[in-house]
Nanobody
Framework: VQLQASGGGLVQSGGSLKLACTVS????????TGWFRQVPGKAREFVAGITVSGSSTYGADSMKGRFKISRDNAKMTVYLQMNSLKPEDTAVYYC??????????????WGQGTQVTVSS
């Protein structure tokens, strides 16, 4: 298994959760990683991403200031810290790894998804 996501659950509005995505060694050291989310009937939505080196992060405008992505090289794990959660953040969250080149992405993996439910 290349990606294994965990950390989802039920939280009240305004609360916090920290998602984790454990990545296989080769993938962790070669692929950019990120998080997406999806609700039934809608397209998968980009949440945040981080480069292989961890030196650059980027996120969806609607989540900036609330969500933060990070990497732990010793654990080969990518985290998504989510604060000030809102009911509209309820979704299945997926971690993603992409092998990016100057010509674009040439390979990608998805984790199995972890459910995040925010109650009002």
């Amino acid at each position: 298994v290349q990606l294994q996501a965990s950390g989802g659950g039920l939280v009240q509005s305004g609360g916090s959760l920290k998602l984790a995505c454990t990545v296989s060694e080769y993938t962790y050291n070669a692929y950019s990683t990120g998080w997406f989310r999806q609700v039934p009937g809608k397209a998968r939505e980009f949440v945040a991403g981080i480069t292989v080196s961890g030196s650059s992060t980027y996120g969806a405008d609607s989540m900036k200031g609330r969500f933060k992505i990070s990497r732990d090289n010793a654990k080969m794990t990518v985290y998504l810290q989510m604060n000030s959660l809102k009911p509209e953040d309820t979704a299945v969250y997926y971690c993603n790894a992409v092998l990016a080149t100057s010509l674009g992405p040439i390979d990608a993996y998805w984790g199995q998804g972890t459910q995040v439910t925010v109650s009002s």
